[in-house]
């Protein structure tokens, strides 16, 4: 591929995408497969948690692990995707992560927690290798004009089955146990590695990799920071999923379980009201930037400016979801910041697509994942001990709100500079390596 994918090309539609490109096809049915089981686990772990605990902050604590052991790995796993085959790497993640969630299995008492957060920690160090190299490995399996729909589909994909599996994880748990979520999604990871298996990809590792010495991956990571400190647009991009993270979805994740337990409690442990809200973020995050691509299509410009509008629709969202009226408006204020905070997440994953050339996307993407990661850790772990507090969940939530007014201005500044969207980025993405 040497052209860049940006909206001066003609695009196809999802169907066509779907029918017609057989490697893409088979990744996207594993990202179905693993992510329904990954929203099984997340919801039975954080459930499983509640019960043996009964504490915000040992609830707070598994979220930080969740997005903290990524952001460690973040190093090496840019590396690595840019180094060796990705379709090898995405396999041999799946299997190990499946290892680990079968593990959860032997939490049975508040005495075994500290395994569920061991497990944890595997689990999600390794998808700190799968995430970013499934992000990078899209543009591997999908041309130019096909690469827009493919991102929009993926990310869609993932909301759909945040929707799907939050809520059917939520029924499963509450109706007939935790660890039938855990067995499934243990199962879920194998089925997605014989899917990826079906791959056909014959690009070669962007990077030299005769020096496999400590040494050289570290020089090559470094090669990757000066990249973003060359390219601040790209770097600006590349923080809006730290944004949204840290001010819209983490602390938000730890505020619904403290809402299913302690105000709107569907069965014992409120499996089903915590399932029903991820579920609904879920819709949101999945239509919104579907419907909102209709209008944008995959050109620059619009891209840009829609990522502001969502910020305010994801502060909307909050403001509704604060005052915990009732449920139904719970339900409402969190679709609503689904589709601000998928819409961002999408539009600037499109955006680093069309800017960052081929060698460069993996180690582009970690940072990026890393950079998310290590927010969520934080905003998890603040939103765990806030919600102990005599803050409350309505003021941690009206706190969120206000906070995110800082990324929405910054971005809407930036615009206005004149340095978005500058030359060497156009350049950059003109010549993607395959």
Known sequence: MSTPATGSHATVGYGQLIRHNRNFRYLWFGQIISLLGDWFNLIASAS??????????????????????????????????????RKHILIATDIIRAIAVFGLLFVRDAGHVWLLYTLTVIQSGVSGFFFPTRIAILPDVASPRELGAANALSSATWSVML????????????????????????????????????????????????????????????????????????????????????????????????????????????????????GITGVGTGVGPIVVRYFTGDRNRPLRLTITLSYLVGILGLAITAPLINFGTVLFGNLLLGAGGGIIWVFSTQLLFQAVPGHMRGRVFATEFAFFTLTGAIAAGLAGGLLDSSLGISGVLWWMAGLTLLPTILWALWLNTGNSADPATTEAGATPAQ
């Open 48 to 85: 499983l948690l509640a019960l043996l605990t009964q504490s915000g902050l040992a609830i707070g604590t598994l979220f930080v692990i969740r997005m903290l052991a990524p952001f460690v790995v973040s190093p090496i796993a840019g590396v690595v995707a840019d180094r060796y085959n």
């Open 163 to 278: 929707a799907l599996g939050a809520a059917t994880g939520g029924i499963v748990s509450g109706a007939w146990g935790i660890y039938p979520a855990f067995f499934i999604d243990g199962l879920t990871f194998f089925v997605s590695a014989i899917f990826i298996a079906q791959i056909k990809l014959d690009a070669t590792p962007g990077l030299d990799t005769s020096d496999k010495t400590v040494g050289a991956a570290l020089r090559q990571y470094l090669d990757g920071l000066r990249y973003l400190r060359q390219h601040a647009d790209v770097l600006v991009i590349s923080l809006h999923k730290a944004a949204i993270t840290l001010l819209m979805w983490s602390g938000v994740q730890i505020a619904q379980v403290a809402i299913a337990e302690d105000v709107f409690v569907i069965v014992i442990g409120g499996g089903i009201s915590l399932g029903l809200m991820f």
